[in-house]
C-alpha cells in the first residue's frame, strides 16, 4: 500500500498570499496518478488536480499541481477568501486507492 | 448534467450491516467506474473500493476485505455499497464517487453506528 504524507497539517496564510502544499509518497506513484481535493465543512471534496499536473473542469488557474514520482505539490497562486479548507493529495495509481491525511489551510 | 444522488442517513447497531445506494443520472452508467470513499468525523478520507457497472467486477480496500461487498443494478443505474459487522469505528460520511476527470461525488451518507 502506498503512503502519502502531507508534511503540513496546517498552513496558516493570509488572502492574497501564495500557498505551497507538499505530498510525498512513499513509493512511486504509477503513471503519475496524483489527484489533489479540495474539502470544506459539510462538503462533498471537490477534485482540482488530476494526473499530478491537470486541472478538473472549472477550476480557477490559480491552482496547480506539479510532482512526479513520489513527490507532489499543490500550489495556490494567490489566496482568496473561498480558498481556505482542508486539501487532500490521492493516489489512484494502484490499489488502494489511498489519500493522505489532509493540510487545512487557514487564515492568518 | 451528472448527478449521484445517495440515500439517507442511517442509524445501526454494532454487529448489524448498513447498505448505502447511489442512483445515477446524466451519463451512461456502465460507462465509469463507481468507487467509495468513507470519512469519519473530523478525520480525513478513506478508499474502500471500486466496482465496475459494466462488468461487475469489483476491488477492495484490504482493510475491508470480507465486510464489504459493492454491488450495482445497471437497470436502474444504481450502485450499491454493503458493509457488515459494523462497530462504532465504522461510524462515518460515505460517498460513492464516479471516476473521471470531472470528479464527481454523491452527496454523502452518515452512517452512525451505536447501542
Known amino acids: 500500500e502506498i503512503v502519502l504524507t502531507q508534511s503540513l497539517g496546517t498552513l496558516s496564510l493570509s488572502p492574497g498570499e501564495r500557498a505551497t502544499l507538499s505530498c510525498r509518497a512513499s513509493q512511486s506513484v504509477s503513471s503519475n496518478y496524483l489527484a489533489w481535493y479540495q474539502q470544506k465543512p459539510g462538503q462533498a471534496p471537490r477534485l482540482l488536480i488530476y494526473g499530478a499536473s491537470s486541472r478538473a473542469t472549472g477550476i480557477p488557474d490559480r491552482f496547480s499541481g506539479s510532482g512526479s514520482g513520489t513527490d507532489f505539490t499543490l500550489t495556490i497562486s494567490r489566496l482568496e477568501p473561498e480558498d481556505f479548507a482542508v486539501y487532500y493529495c490521492q493516489q489512484y495509481g494502484s490499489s488502494p486507492y489511498t489519500f493522505g491525511q489532509g493540510t487545512k489551510v487557514e487564515i492568518k | 448534467q451528472v448527478q449521484l444522488v445517495q440515500s439517507g442517513a442511517e442509524v445501526k447497531k454494532p454487529g448489524a450491516s448498513m447498505k448505502v445506494s447511489c442512483k445515477a443520472s446524466g451519463y451512461t452508467f456502465s460507462d465509469y467506474q463507481m468507487h467509495w470513499v468513507r470519512q469519519a468525523p473530523g478525520q480525513g478520507l478513506e478508499w474502500m473500493g471500486r466496482?465496475?457497472?459494466?462488468?461487475?467486477?469489483?476491488i477492495y480496500a484490504q482493510k475491508f476485505q470480507g465486510r464489504v461487498t459493492l454491488t450495482r443494478d445497471t437497470s436502474v443505474n444504481t450502485a450499491y455499497m454493503e458493509l457488515s459487522r459494523l462497530t462504532s469505528d465504522d461510524t462515518a460520511v460515505y460517498y460513492c464517487?464516479?471516476?473521471?476527470?470531472?470528479?464527481?461525488w454523491g452527496q454523502g451518507t452518515l452512517v452512525t453506528v451505536s447501542s
Open positions: 466496482i465496475n457497472p459494466k462488468s461487475g467486477g469489483t
Open positions: 464517487v464516479k471516476e473521471g476527470v470531472d470528479g464527481h
